[in-house]
């Protein structure tokens, strides 16, 4: 089978998306690289001749984790992530600061984008979202300190449907909160079905998901022994 990336370029179709955007939504991210630069050799000019078609990639990357401070998220979108994207470092302009982003500027006011579900309540939130565009790669990177769940739900009323879904159960043995399996409350928050689903091999996919992929293990995981992922397109 091919590699995930391969796969995303092979396959590509005028179909995937009307908007032209392709974007990605990664629930408990913390600073887990793999997924972006997975989708950026597959929109690589260079290595494939008919590579994967989006004009832009949109990502969102969503944790409400303690570890996810302000500080190490502005050091993750400013130096780390671009230090990280070889072979694609030479699209990159530096530094970057970042916007930082409020609630308002999804419409919504801040208790929507929290939960009483999982191990922190709302009331131990503490807000934050950065964003930062990186206009040589087509790419841009929005970073919200938020609850999974409650921000799709945000996400989805603002016409923002992710096409691409990360599925990789984080913390204790996956006990932190799970979006895997046909009880997902994840998947029963999104209101159109992603065309692909990038899933660790710790997690189970969704009904209705085919592999297309081998399995591989992404760069930029961070944890001691990293999770091989495996390409879950929708038929």
């Known amino acids: 089978m091919p590699s995930p990336s391969e796969y995303l370029a ?103 984008f929290f939960s009483d579900e999982g191990m922190f309540k709302a009331a131990d939130q503490d807000f934050f979202g950065l964003r930062c565009t990186y206009p040589g790669l087509r790419l841009c990177v929005t970073y919200l300190k938020t609850e999974a769940l409650a921000t799709l739900k945000v996400m989805t009323r603002k016409g923002i449907h992710p096409n691409i879904v990360v599925l990789q159960d984080h913390g204790w043995g996956g006990n932190w909160f799970r979006f895997s399996g046909a009880d997902s409350p994840l998947r029963k928050v999104l209101k159109v079905p992603p065309r692909y689903l990038y899933v660790g091999g710790n997690t189970e996919s969704w009904p209705g998901y085919n592999p297309v992929s081998e399995a591989s293990i992404d760069p930029g995981q961070g944890f001691e022994f990293p999770h091989p992922r495996t390409l879950f397109e929708y038929r």
């Open 10 to 112: 092979s396959n590509s179709s005028s179909g995937f998306n009307p908007s032209g955007v392709a974007t990605l939504y990664y629930p408990g991210a913390g600073t887990d690289y793999g997924p972006i630069r997975m989708v950026l050799e597959a929109m690589d000019r260079e290595k494939y001749e008919q590579p994967f078609r989006t004009a832009f990639l949109s990502v969102y990357y969503v944790d409400y984790s303690p570890d996810a401070t302000l500080e190490k998220i502005r050091k993750f979108l400013g130096s780390e992530l671009p230090q990280n994207l070889d072979p694609y470092r030479s699209y990159i302009d530096e530094p970057f600061t970042g916007v930082e982003l409020s609630p308002e500027d999804f419409g919504a006011p801040l208790k929507r």
